[in-house]
Structure formats: structure tokens, C-alpha cells
């Protein structure tokens, strides 16, 4: 897989850019919506001052936000779309904020689980977990199949599909890894088939460093 005498890559994990509803502290999940336009004024700036790594391949979530983002930061590339890296579907609360669900029996229910329970008429965050694997594991098959020897992936993708995987494959708790929005997580990834470890090496955009590894089984 991958580099075939060291069977390793670096992975470069970032989070879309911000569009209205993140700056309104609001759910977006399934709601396509696209970047703000100085969000897209800063990711350009960002790429001319060489902010991001360069990768040899991309893959994204196919909903507008990180679309836009992966043609700002990466406009040379072909990025491959994984349909199982959508955000979370939030239910009944997208497109509302903290403030606006006060008083929301449903709500506080929610938030007294520590987001274990699943959101009101949306998906359970063990079931997001498991879909955003399995795209996971479908990016690992498109590199090994059709990739020559990348060194250095890319992934744009929501901050629950980044909260997903880390915790899965690095332990600890699903809030340990959020993300800003043009944020994210230089990691290792090394091993094949069923046995990948992935290991975190820095956070991309405040250098904060850990070092943590996990195995996919």
C-alpha cells in the first residue's frame, strides 16, 4: 500500500473554510451551504503565503463548503469525492444555535448524554463514526488501486467527520479533536490491509504537537 518499502503516507486532515452558519455558532449538517466570501478572500491569501502542505493526491466530502474550499487551497487537483465524509445529519436542531434550543427538553436530553444519544429524528453519532470509516477505508482502496506512490494525501472534510476518525483510530473522546474551520491535523498513516496505525503528528494552524497512535481494526 501506498510507499511500498515503508508503507507509510502523511495525511493532511483540514476542515473546510467557514461559511455564515459556523460564524452564527449554528448546526450545519446536511445543509449545502457554500463558503462566505471573505472566507474564500483568506483561503486564497492563505495558499499565496504557503500556509497549507502541498499533497500528490485529495479527497473531500462532495458538499459545497469543502468543495470550495479544496479548488482555493488545491486548484490543481482533481480531488476524489468520498459520498461517506457528509457532516452529521443534525436532525431537528440544523440551522439552530445553543441559544435558540434553550428550554428544548430534546435538547438538554442531548446535551446530558455527552452527544451519545442520537440527534431528534437525525443519526446517532456511532452510526456517523461508522460511515465516515468506511469512507475511510474506501479512500485507503482508491490509493492502493489507482495511486502511483503518493507521499502526502489531502482531506477536506466537516469537523465531525475529522472528531469521527481521530477518536476512532487515536482513542480518547470525540471532542478531544474539533477543529477550526481552515484547521486540521498532520498525521502519519502506515500498514496494510486490516492493521493501519495512525498517529497525529501536529495540528495544522496553531502548532500544537501530540503524539498518539492508533490501530484500525
Known sequence: MWNRTEDQITLVMLRHGATRANREHRYLGKT???????????????????????VDGLFISPMKRCM????????????????????????????????????????????????????????????????????FRRMLEVIDAGMDHPKTVGMIVHGGTIMALLSRYCGGDYFD???????????????????????????????????ITGVME
Open 177 to 211: 479533536y474539533q477543529a477550526a474551520n481552515g484547521q486540521g491535523y498532520l498525521c502519519t498513516v502506515s500498514g496494510r490491509g486490516d492493521s493501519v496505525s495512525v498517529t497525529i503528528v501536529r495540528e495544522i494552524g496553531n502548532g500544537m504537537e501530540k503524539n
Open 68 to 135: 470550495q474550499t479544496a479548488d482555493i487551497l488545491y486548484p490543481n487537483l482533481q480531488p476524489v469525492r468520498i459520498p461517506e465524509w457528509e457532516e452529521m445529519d443534525f436532525g431537528i436542531f440544523e440551522g439552530r444555535n445553543y441559544m435558540e434550543l434553550q428550554g428544548d427538553d430534546r435538547y438538554q436530553a442531548w446535551i446530558d448524554s455527552n452527544g451519545i444519544l442520537p440527534f431528534p429524528e437525525g443519526e446517532s453519532r456511532e452510526d456517523f463514526r461508522m460511515r465516515c470509516e468506511k469512507g
Open 32 to 54: 449545502d451551504e457554500p463558503l462566505l466570501e471573505e472566507t474564500q478572500s483568506q483561503l486564497s491569501m492563505c495558499r499565496s503565503l504557503r500556509s497549507y502542505p502541498e
